[in-house]
């Protein structure tokens, strides 16, 4: 079984500081995909990688997609409230696995 | 505005009611899913329509049924639920179902369902 794992699992910090989520797990991706997910809506897709070692960025958010791609990091430069939400990553090969999901908290 | 509405935004239910979760798409898409969310689990795939078919049951229990008059919309019916089975459930689609991943997925903004 397929299983992605997110870490930390709950983050929360002030405005203005730096912050990393991780997305681990043993098995090998051909894609790999990052979601935002605010209260009271869907996820909604940030990005998706496809090369081992590719970064993309996304104006204060960079993802990288681990060499193996086995694994992704979503790095986030001085957090934002409009920041705050359910961060989940997805990969498969053939079908779409969502991490455990990682809940980011920025207080003003 | 995502292009996937989902109707009711929120359901509460007794154990014996019959009720259904409605979603509708307006993308043009030809994949259409539907998702569990719960609190401690990750996102649970549950069906997946490709073109009006199924091509994915994912060992939901029959409580559940789905249902896919045309391409733009799916149904959830519900019946006879336990308190479990409360959760957020997202319709979701894409452009194709395709096996591989690297697939666009749209989620609608979900149903909240609570079984009483």
């Known amino acids: 079984t397929q299983l992605l794992e997110q870490s930390p699992q709950f983050l929360s910090i002030q405005e203005g500081e730096n912050l990393t989520v991780y997305c681990n797990s043993s098995s090998v991706f051909s894609s790999l995909q990052w979601y935002r997910q605010e209260p009271g809506e869907g996820p909604v897709l940030l990005v998706t990688v496809v090369t081992g070692g590719e970064v993309k960025k996304l104006k204060r958010l960079t993802f990288q997609f681990g060499d193996a791609r086995k694994d992704s990091s979503l790095h986030i430069t001085a957090a934002q409230p409009g920041d705050t939400g359910l961060y989940l990553c997805?990969?498969?090969?053939?079908?779409?696995?969502f991490g455990t999901g990682t809940r980011l908290q920025v207080f003003p | 505005e995502t292009g996937v509405t989902q109707t009711p935004r929120h359901l509460v239910m007794g154990m014996t009611n019959k009720k259904s979760l409605k979603c509708e798409q307006h993308?043009?898409?030809?994949?259409m899913y539907w998702y569990k969310q719960s609190a401690k689990k990750p996102l649970e795939l549950m069906f997946v329509y490709s073109l009006e078919e199924r091509v994915e049951n994912n060992s939901v229990p029959s409580r559940f049924s789905p249902e896919c008059p045309n391409s733009s919309h799916l149904f959830l019916h519900l019946h006879t639920l336990q308190p479990e089975d409360s959760a957020l459930y997202l319709c979701a689609s894409s452009q194709e179902f395709v096996r591989l991943s690297g697939n666009t997925i749209y989620f609608g903004e979900g149903s909240w369902l609570t079984v009483v």
């Open positions: 993308l043009g898409h030809n994949a």
């Open positions: 997805a990969g498969g090969t053939d079908k779409l696995i």
